[in-house]
């Protein structure tokens, strides 16, 4: 018997694909690829980065979102629980596949660029911050969406915590917000601890103790909210949606 | 098989037990019926059962051995339909199948499976596509596809047409005559009543009795002739107990010097004795 978890991971990703998940953020990754490709050089620097980031955090959130809503909509979960998998096989199996998915859509971009535009990014590091930031807000989105009674609910909660958290990243990664003081609240932003780590990737990034504080931040974090939120709420949610 | 003790449940958001301590057994081979009413509380036991809602009261053992110490490996024992039919809408039926087909250690003959239920031919539709009685369809192989040595079954053959809801019964029957254990629930007496061993009769979340279709038949029923004669320019009807009915003199009187209309022994069907015996009627909609 192959093992489970790659059968569900396997099994989302088909889903992913023929819920036009997939067709989407390819969309999404050639309309980005679009936009950067008319900018000069000077701004590109400074763009790709930033949407880069976009793509990890506000996007994860948004996919998971749907594929989450997806399947409440069919009610599919009070069959998984019917069968030997276990919670966390399944909760696992959606984290692996949304950050495939994520991370795939955010090579596109990479690619288009290294290929087009012959832009200067340390491909290690670069994939380490997608990977570490895509996880973190992945799971944090599949217990945002633990939480949602509809759709336009989870698009409305959305919105709000990536403006929150986002337009003060957006002004500091800019340089708006110069003060030191911003430097150190900004530090407890997941947003601009994403930034932190993907932006690290590209030439002129200043390695301080930062860039290791906003890694270890994802990864800790991204721990926290599986084993604290998504793994013991999952049972309660599923009979939930399930219609009982 | 299946043991319940003093069974009782209460939803997390409820205000009062929708289930109020009930006790059964069912043995193994046998097809145990859950008949009741609408909000009666049969799916609400079965997801217990199935170990879907937990923080229930009472005790429930599974071949000799408290639920609650079995891991998720109690799913590869059991298949279960639930009152909706449940897939991936935009997956084929085959490729719907395939992927929990996947999930477990045994797995049935899915051809012959679906042959049975006239799917075959539809296997690569998405499922989408598919009528109410297909969905139906396909969700008894997906809750046989791991040949399971206990099956449970919330209102099956709701939405199906006579000629698949036999088809149906059939395959519930060979699976006990293969040595298998079924939990059906219904408001469809005549399911019951065809298919089960023995049923509960369930209002409230309480059970109001517990027999063989046939015992609560000889318990309940009562045995009769029924007589349509001519009187004049109008019928009239009467009804005689079958017993001693040979020796019964205005019957027999009757039969002599009327003109007969028609002449037919009865036996109170299941649906009236759950009446007679709760008080409740089973259907109050339809
Ligand atoms: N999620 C829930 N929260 C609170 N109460 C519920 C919930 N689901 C069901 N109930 C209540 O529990 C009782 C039993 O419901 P249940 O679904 O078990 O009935 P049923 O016998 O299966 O009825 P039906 O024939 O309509 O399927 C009903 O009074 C219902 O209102
Ligand atoms: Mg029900």
Known sequence: ?????????????????????????ILVALIWGIILFFLNEDALGSILPFVLVLDATMMSVMYIGSVMYFEKSESTISTMLVTPTTNKELVMSKVIANTIHNAFSASLIIIVFIIFKDVDVKIFLVFLGIISTTTFFTIAGLCLSYFQKDFTGMLVNIMILMFGFGIPMALYQFGVLKADFWEYLLLINPMQAGAEVITAAFVGYEFTYKYYFSLAYMIIGAAIFYYGVAIPKFQKYAVKQSGV | MFKVEDLKYRYPKGEHDVINGISFDISEGEIFGFLGPSGAGKSTTQKILIKILGDYRGTISYSGKDITEFKDDFYEDIGVSFEMPIHFSKMTAMENIDFFLKLYK?????????????????????????????????NIVRAMLNNPKMLFMDEPTNGLDPMNAMILKDMIREFRADGGTVFITSHIMSDIDQLCDRVAFIVEGKI???????????????????????????????????????????????????????????????????????????????
């Open chain 2, 208 to 286: 109001i009795e517990m027999d063989s279709p046939r015992n609560l038949k000889i318990k309940y029923g009562k045995r009769s002739m029924t007589l349509e004669y001519k009187e004049n320019d109008h019928t009239e009807i009467v009804e005689f107990p079958l017993d001693g009915i040979g020796k019964n003199k205005e019957f027999l009187n009757l039969l002599q010097t009327k003109e007969v209309e028609t002449l037919h022994s009865g036996e109170t069907t299941l649906e009236d004795i759950f009446i007679q015996v709760t008080g409740v009627k089973l259907k109050n909609e339809e």
């Open chain 1, 1 to 25: 018997m192959k093992s489970r978890l790659a059968i569900l991971v396997k099994g989302e990703l088909s889903r992913l694909n023929k819920y036009n998940v997939f067709s989407i953020s």
């Open chain 2, 106 to 138: 045994n797995n049935a003959d899915v051809e012959e499976l679906m042959k049975r239920v006239g799917l075959w031919e539809d296997r690569d539709m998405m499922v989408g596509e598919f009528s109410k009685g297909m969905k139906i369809r396909l």
